[in-house]
């Protein structure tokens, strides 16, 4: 992730609401957020190491930091509704507002889900023998890794581009995701008798999905910020129109 030294200098082309505090309330409020963030990519990046390398003393280093990263993103929440009702910003301002909001919850939802995957890969280093994991969920694991880095770094850097291409990637975590809930629902039936072992990698597997859906929820409110525009579910509406054409064809 990018640097927090002179944070939100590339967003400020569009600032309209004027006053030297809320400059500097402003400043402070994205300055934390970016720390925050990179804090908590750095939990999610330890997180999957444990998972990946079978390390449980990573995993209780992840367990240590989440209530400090809880009270940070309380802390945030409040600067934000505190900056609301004091300046009252308007336009771009009131959007940079509102997608600090945002993003400060996805930040903190990302956290959680760095801690329950650290939660599962002590238990899975901790079982004699240590249980390998599919090399389909370790490269899932990256790529939603990859995509939080991308998506903070287009947000400290107001890049869209990357933030369309953080989008465009989340079908790929999909497409990993299906693949190892086949292998390991293979090895339910196979292997009955390690039934608990499985259902942990598999719900390891859906905590790394929701991973990669919050970074595509940073990389919408990065085009959000930018270009004004909710992006949110316009996928969504495209696919099921494609299927109304499809079904009055027939």
């Not at 209530?67 to 509704?81: F, K, Q, T, Y």
């Not at 190892?180 to 072992?197: A, F, G, W, Y």
Request: aromatic share 2%; proline share 2%; hydrophobic share 45%.
């Amino acid at each position: 992730m990018a640097s927090t030294e002179g944070a939100g200098a590339d967003w400020d082309a569009g600032r309209v609401t004027l006053g030297r505090h809320f400059l500097r309330d402003m400043e402070g409020l994205w300055e934390n957020m970016l720390k925050l963030a990179a804090v908590v990519e750095t939990a999610l990046s330890t997180s999957i190491q444990a998972l990946c390398d079978g390390r449980a003393d990573l995993a209780a280093e992840v367990k240590g930091g989440e209530n400090a990263i809880n009270d940070w993103e309380v802390r945030i929440e409040r600067d934000c509704l505190k900056v609301l009702a004091l300046h009252q910003p308007v336009a771009s301002d009131l959007r940079r507002v509102a997608a600090i909001l945002k993003i400060n919850g996805d930040l903190e939802r990302v956290a959680d889900l760095a801690d329950h995957i650290a939660s599962r890969a002590r238990k899975l280093a901790t079982k004699v023998p240590p249980t390998p994991i599919p090399a389909q969920l370790e490269a899932m694991a990256r790529e939603a890794l990859n995509q939080v880095h991308d998506s903070l770094d287009a947000l400290a850097k107001a890049d869209v581009s990357l933030a369309r291409a953080v989008i465009a990637a989340d079908r790929g975590v999909d497409r990993l995701r299906r693949a190892v809930l086949k292998e390991l629902k293979d090895c339910i039936r196979s292997e009955p008798d390690r039934v608990n072992t499985w259902l942990r990698l598999i719900n390891t597997a859906r905590n790394i999905e929701r991973v990669a859906d919050h970074a595509t929820n940073i990389a919408e409110a990065v085009i959000y910020l930018k270009e004004g525009d909710i992006i949110r579910h316009v996928g969504d509406r495209r696919q099921n129109a494609t299927k109304t054409r499809v079904l009055s064809d027939d």
